[in-house]
């Protein structure tokens, strides 16, 4: 079970390379171009060319991609974060240490898929992840509970 998790949890840390990619691409985009947006609105208020309905809908638009632009590079970043600690959990499992690491890393893998669920909906990528951590998740609860050595025998009378 530890093996396959930590398999299922390299190919999920893998995806997350690329998907962190895009969440930083795109929310890099999405900020510069909320910031662009804001600068357009400045420049026509100075010019004298916006009305109030025009000036109104471009602030609101430019604070919107502002924000949203910065979650997405922020999450995109915590995926990059996540591929190092799902190879480490994934190393973790496969020799049997770090239980309550695994543990962590098992919450944020899930918890990192149903954000990018949330986010842009539901794909065949997010199943490794979400698979990975519940696996992860299994397998670390069995580590400290293999069977004890028998008992040396008693000494001869």
């Known amino acids: 079970m530890r093996i396959a998790a930590g398999i299922i949890l390299i190919v999920a840390a893998i995806m997350n390379i690329f998907a962190g990619a895009g969440y930083v691409l795109g929310g890099g985009l999405a900020t510069v171009g909320g910031m662009a947006a804001d600068e357009l609105n400045k420049q026509a ?3 004298g060319t916006a009305t109030d309905e025009n000036t109104k809908a471009l602030t609101e638009a430019a604070a919107t991609a502002s924000g949203h632009g910065t979650f997405w ?3 995109g970043v915590f995926l990059w974060l996540l591929f190092i600690l799902q190879i480490i959990g ?3 499992l496969f020799i049997s240490k770090s239980k309550m690491f695994i543990f962590i890393i098992a919450a944020l893998s899930v918890i990192a898929e149903i954000v990018g669920i949330v986010s842009w909906g539901f ?4 199943t490794f992840g979400i698979v990975g951590g519940i696996l992860a998740f299994i397998g670390a609860m069995s580590i400290g509970t293999e069977a004890a050595p028998a008992a040396p025998a008693a000494p001869a009378a």
């Open 45 to 47: 208020q100075e010019a």
């Open 73 to 75: 590079l922020a999450f």
């Open 90 to 92: 994934a190393v973790f």
């Open 123 to 126: 794909g065949w990528t997010n």
